[in-house]
């Protein structure tokens, strides 16, 4: 044993040299280290996420992944009972501790809820799941079932103060219209404490996008925006985008089914309980939280094009609209970072 460990002790001081050699060799090599390149797709909040990722360090696509799994599993599920708003829902009529991050995310939430009326309502979650819109069994409800759920619907039956929060009996909490873009925001949080890292890329499903840093040889970022009405999903066009910058989309043809002629799908009114019809396939928002692009996407469907400007404004956020007569509306700032794509629309200034 004594022999062995005395064998060891001179493989570790060898081992030792030989790294001490190997550092002064390696000086020169890293002054000028190379950015690499790693490319990713992982599966989190139901949907495929695409990661790209520039850095002199580690690959950290996979820990990447796990963040935003963690997000879903630690806070927002609805379906895993240990998440922070399945625990806060199974509560509901008492008031209910949550950590220091869920609170940040409800208060940008309830102030986003208030500053658009209620378009945006976190307490929708009940509706979309009678609809049942992606699920076995979508279908049209009954009014009756639909006025039974409507009575719990409001972002005003949701007391927050502080870190506690109050949920009124019935009233539920459902963060899927900004669950991506919370996604995006965390990972962004991560990557300024990566001092390795020079820039990402990350696509959630297409619908919620987060650009970070810059790319090696300085050229913009670009992002696809799909075309609506596209089956094959191609794509509209390409807007260019700043690091530190968040994208959003919503749309009806996402998630739908269509029942004589109508196309039902998941961006409800939370007023009527049903999908909105307003003339608009998509919006699509750029500002610099991913909740809040997200959440403003889903806003803006709701609202519709003249009432979205003035939360757009508020938000300090630039927008697309593209409506069923397939034009497309850009908000001032959007004009120069847009390229169409697609022919068969036409762009227009907002109205
Ligand atoms: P996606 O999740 O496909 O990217 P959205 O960000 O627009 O699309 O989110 C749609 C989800 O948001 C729905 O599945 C539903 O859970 C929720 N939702 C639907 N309508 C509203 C609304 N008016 N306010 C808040 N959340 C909503
Ligand atoms: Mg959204």
């Known amino acids: 044993m004594t022999g062995h460990g005395f064998h060891k002790k001179n493989v570790a001081m060898l081992i030792g040299i030989g790294l001490y050699g190997m550092i002064i060799n390696a000086v020169p090599v890293l002054a000028n280290t190379e950015v690499e390149k790693y490319t990713n797709t992982d599966f989190a909040m139901d949907t495929v996420v695409s990661e790209t990722l520039y850095t002199t360090g580690d690959d950290l696509n996979t820990t990447i992944g796990e963040k935003i799994r963690q997000i879903e599993t630690e806070y927002l599920s609805w379906t895993d009972e240990d998440s922070q708003i399945a625990k806060l829902n199974s509560s509901a009529g008492k008031t209910t501790e949550i950590s220091a991050e869920l609170a940040e995310y409800l208060k940008d939430i309830f102030q986003l809820a208030k500053d658009s009326a209620g378009a945006f309502d976190p307490t929708i979650g009940k509706l979309i799941r009678l609809w049942d819109i992606t699920g076995e069994n979508p279908h049209v409800p009954e009014q009756t079932e639909l006025d039974d759920l409507l009575k719990d619907v ?26 991506k873009g919370i996604g995006c925001d965390v990972v962004s949080d991560f990557l300024k404490t990566q001092k390795d890292v020079s820039g990402m890329i990350l696509n959630l499903g297409g619908s919620s996008v987060m650009v970070y840093g810059e790319k090696p040889d300085g050229s913009e970022w670009k992002v696809a925006v799909t075309d609506p009405r596209d089956v094959e999903g191609e794509y509209l066009g390409a807007i260019t985008l ?57 806003a803006c469907f709701v609202l519709g094009m003249e009432d979205a400007q003035s939360l757009l404004e508020k938000y300090n956020a630039e927008a697309v609209f593209v409506d069923e007569d397939k034009n497309v509306y850009l908000t001032s700032g959007m004009k120069e970072r847009f390229e169409l794509m697609k022919n068969t ?3 227009q200034e907002v109205k």
């Open 154 to 179: 409001g972002y005003q039956k949701v007391s927050l103060d502080g870190y506690k929060v109050t949920l009124e009996k019935g009233t539920t909490l459902d963060l899927g219209a900004t669950g």
């Open 242 to 298: 700043e690091g530190g910058e968040f994208l959003s989309t919503s749309g009806d043809y996402e998630k739908y089914f269509i029942e004589d002629g109508k196309r039902y799908h998941h961006i409800l009114d939370p007023k009527t309980g049903y999908p909105v019809w307003n003339g608009l396939d998509s919006v699509t928002v750029v500002c610099n939280s991913g909740l809040l692009a997200d959440g403003l996407s889903t």
């Open 345 to 347: 629309y036409t762009v």
